[in-house]
Each structure stands twice: as structure tokens, then as C-alpha cells.
């Protein structure tokens, strides 16, 4: 073998070309301001046309499928708990069982914010899991907003409602969402793959006849 052409040479070639910038953490936003500032406009499912509707155990809105297995998904609105309400505007409900609700998109997504409180503005505790992390937050007499910009494109999410057993109403209102693009190579993977194509050009120069590594 030319000596020129060191298995170690050809290796560091393949290695510039495979490398790539370290994926950047979640981010997490408490209000649609900041969370659309970061992520963009996307689309908002505001539920407004399922008040009064009874949906079972799950039912899709706009594309997205909402499921709750072991309760039941409600499409309400304040005037139907006026005393509790604080949306002003219709919303979705999911209760009883494990008060657990899974939101499937058509598409994978990059970012995913959304309002939530319980039914009563008691004081409750829900969980976000998204990608394998999980979010806590903390809600009270008003609607709480959690907002979170992933580093992965996620194509599911789930919530669960950890407050009191013996009377949980969960409710969402004002689902936003992005749909995750293509990836686009960030500026040190293409300084890295620049780098390898000019070791392999050069290599290739070298080398008697052209003959690749």
C-alpha cells in the first residue's frame, strides 16, 4: 500500500464526513408569547366547535387524535360550570381512570404548547411526558400554559393529571403545535463535511491512478 494512503488517513476522512454538532436540550416556555417568539406561529386547535360533545374515549380535532383508554374526553364550555370555568371560551376535558390523555399528531412535531388547568382552578399537579422527559406543572385558579421546543421531532405526547383521584377533570384549551421541517445541517456538521470532502480530494490527488481509499 502507498504509504500515502494510511488506513488512519482514511479513517479521518470517514470520521470529518460522519460528524456532526452535539443536539441541542429542550426548551421550556410559560407563555405562548415566548413559546411562538422561539418555535413560531404553527397551528392552534382552540376547540371551539366541541362544546356540549360527548367524544368516549377518544376522538381526533384538526388532524390530532386525543385519547383517553381508561375515562372519557368531553368538549365543554364555561357556562356549563360556571362557577369553575375560566377559559371564557369552549375547551376539552378528560376524566376519570388514570386521567391520562395521549395527543397523537399526523405528522412528527418539533414544538408543542398548550393551556391546562383542573376543571374546579383547584390546585393540581399534572405531568407532560414528551420524547422520554417529563414536565411537571403546577395549576391553581387560572389556566397554566406550558410550551416546550424539543431537539427531536416527536409524533405523541401524554399528560397526566395527578391531583385528586376521587375527582379529576382535567382540561386543555388552545393546543399549538409545530410540525417539524426537514432537518437542516447546522454550521459545524457542514464546516465538518467541507473538511472531509477536501481530506478525500486530496487523497485522491496523491494516490497513483486516481484509486479511492
Known sequence: MDPRFSPALCGLAVCLIAGSAPAG???????????????????TIDFNNIAGIW???????????????TGAIYGETDNEFAAYGQYHSPYLEWQNG???????????VSAVGFDIMELRGSP?????TIDGTVYTSTTGASPTFLGIVTDQAVSSF???DLGDPSFRFATMDNLTYITASQPVPEPGTLALL?????????????RPGGAAC
Open 55 to 69: 367524544y368516549a374515549q377518544s376522538t381526533t380535532i384538526g388532524g390530532v387524535t386525543f385519547s383517553n383508554p
Open 25 to 43: 436540550a429542550a426548551a421550556v416556555y410559560g407563555s405562548l408569547t415566548a413559546f411562538q417568539a422561539a418555535a413560531g406561529t404553527g397551528t
Open 124 to 128: 393540581d399537579t399534572f405531568t407532560t
Open 158 to 160: 401524554t399528560i397526566s
Open 98 to 108: 388514570t386521567s391520562t390523555l395521549t395527543v397523537s399528531f399526523p405528522n412528527p
Open 194 to 206: 467541507g473538511a472531509g470532502t477536501t481530506v478525500l480530494g486530496w487523497l485522491r490527488r496523491r
